[in-house]
């Protein structure tokens, strides 16, 4: 029977990040709770960022990135510059700066400021923008000068503009979206008044983010499968032999898939032997690949392990969909004998991901570096100086063969192999009966392919 996986992500309310100075957080958050007071049921909770720079902008976003859900950012330019730095990495959405702040702004100015509204140059809106809102102001002759705003170089250029605005006698004051330029203005002892956003422009990017929201969420919780089949290095890419060695490393492998899918609310079913099936969604599959930037459990097994293995990764719009995607992907993996992972979506598109591009693995302890050192000099004895313990990926030794490798006695031999069982560069082999009777002699596979061409040439000296 399927069951949808559970995690600690699937009841929480959404989290909204609102980032910006403070006057304009303030408003956010007016606006939050408007949205609240319409629907006390919203489910969303809202955290705040208030920066002044750009640089304490991009500090204040990643302080808070893996709390959010999605996020608002000021206005377009912080939108694009959050984007070409690589730091927007949840939905997003941006104030934008329409019509209805413009005629906010040019009443609050005439009322105020005594402002000739015919005499102004205006930045950042677009021009249509102030066509339509001077049509709407019974002013369609009026053609004053505007600076779109189309990518953040724009914004460089602003002060000049409206400088020139005035000195040709164009406008009288202008109208600037940019604290900074309104800074620049006025310390020029130019007239200048900024556009602000209103309460309902504001609202309306909240709502927004909280829609981009909801449909991830939505698309992170469909279902998706992760298939892992063990393969067996005497046949390529076929299923691996269920043998007490074999049984061994599936039970080690089941280990890691238990340990791995945990951190993402997954489960682990064992299908056979040598194949298992991981339940999680979408979002979790996102999480175990870095968003489709390495493969899953491959670095893993192999650090831990080291038995090759085929993996496949299914995402549909049904269950039964997304199961099928991974048994497919998975036979696709096999074919390639377990050097790329493939998913197949919700569309039926395969991305495949190979070693190369295997998550990482945390740093070693210096007891787990030392047994490597060891199992490469043992790897190096047995086989005859084989330039490459690789070159013969699967040894067989007893006792004796290690004391004879390493120059100790057999005892010693015994607990270096133990040793090495227990760091899993090795594996105990069935006892084997000797003809003659007496106790069991104890054989020991050693696993070299774990190692690392550091291991090899890091290896102490005998």
Known sequence: MITTPTGPETSRDLTIGLFGRRPLVATMLEAADNLREQDPDLGVRFVTGVHTTMAEAREKFERQADRIDAAVFPGPMHFDLAGAAGYRSVPSSFVRLTGAALYATLLRATVHHGLDVRRVSIDSLPTDAVTEAFRELALPEVEVPVAPYRRPEDVQDYFDFHREAQESGQATCALTTIIEVEEALAGAGLPVVRITPTVATVRG??????AQARGTRMEE???????????????????????????????????????????????VARRSDTEFVVTTTAGGVGRLTGQLMWAPFLQTVRTRVGIPVAIGLGTGRSAHAAEANAFTALEASARAEGTQVVLIDADGEHTGLGLDEAAPVASRSPAVDKAAALAARLARGVSDGESHPATQPYLEVGAEEVARALGVTPRSGLRTIKQLVEAGYAWPLPPQVAPTGGRPRQRFRLLPRTLTDTDVSEEDPP
């Open 205 to 210: 990017a909240v709502e927004s983010a909280i």
């Open 221 to 267: 919780q469909q279902i998706a499968f992760i298939v892992v089949q063990l393969i067996s290095p005497a046949t390529d890419g076929a299923p691996a032999a269920s043998t007490y060695w074999q049984q061994q490393g599936s039970l080690d492998v089941h280990r890691v898939l238990i340990d791995e899918a945990r951190s993402v609310g997954g489960t």
